[in-house]
C-alpha cells in the first residue's frame, strides 16, 4: 500500500486528530484565564483580609469576599462617589430607627476607612473622588472595641 493511498483512505483520522487538538488548545486557554482569575481575585481578598486584621477588626473569611468582590470590587467598584450612593451610605448610617424616628449619626471613622481600602484594591482610580466625599462627613471614634 503506498503511502498517498493510505493518507487518503484515512483522511477523517487526521482531520478527527486536528479538531481534538484544536478544541483542547481552546479548552487550555479558558481555563487558564479562569485559573489566573481566580488567583488574582484571592490575592486581592487576602490583601483586604490583612488590611481588616492591621485595622483590629477579626480577619474576614476571604472566600466570601472573593465571590462578593471577585477580581473587580463588584458592585462596591461601580461608582462609588455618585450622589446616590453617598445618600445610602448616610442613611445606613443612622440610627436605625425608621420614618420619621430615623436621625443621621457620627459615623465610625475605621468604617469608613474600610470601604476606601476595598477601593484601594480594586479599583484604585476611584479612591480620590471617594476621599472628596469622605472629607464632608463629620466622623469619629464611635464604635466599642473592647467588647
Not at 483590629?56 to 477580581?71: K, M, Q
Not at 448610617?93 to 468604617?111: C, H, L
Amino acid at each position: 500500500m503506498s503511502p498517498t493511498r493510505f493518507a487518503s483512505e484515512h483522511k477523517w483520522v487526521y482531520v478527527g486528530a486536528i479538531v481534538v487538538l484544536v478544541a483542547l488548545a481552546i479548552i487550555g486557554v479558558i481555563q487558564y484565564e479562569s485559573v489566573k482569575s481566580t488567583n488574582e481575585a484571592a490575592e486581592k481578598a487576602n490583601k483586604l483580609a490583612d488590611a481588616a486584621e492591621d485595622a483590629g477588626y477579626p480577619r474576614p473569611d476571604t472566600e466570601v469576599i472573593e465571590r462578593s468582590l471577585g477580581t473587580d470590587g463588584g458592585i462596591v467598584c461601580e461608582d462609588p462617589a455618585t450622589a446616590l450612593r453617598s445618600a445610602l451610605w448616610k442613611i445606613n448610617v443612622s440610627n436605625g430607627a425608621a420614618f420619621v424616628g430615623q436621625r443621621p449619626v457620627i459615623g465610625d471613622t475605621k468604617a469608613l476607612r474600610a470601604e476606601a481600602k476595598i477601593l484601594e484594591i480594586y479599583c484604585p482610580d476611584k479612591l480620590d473622588k471617594f476621599k472628596d466625599r469622605l472629607d464632608d462627613l463629620k466622623t469619629d471614634d464611635t464604635v466599642r472595641r473592647d467588647a
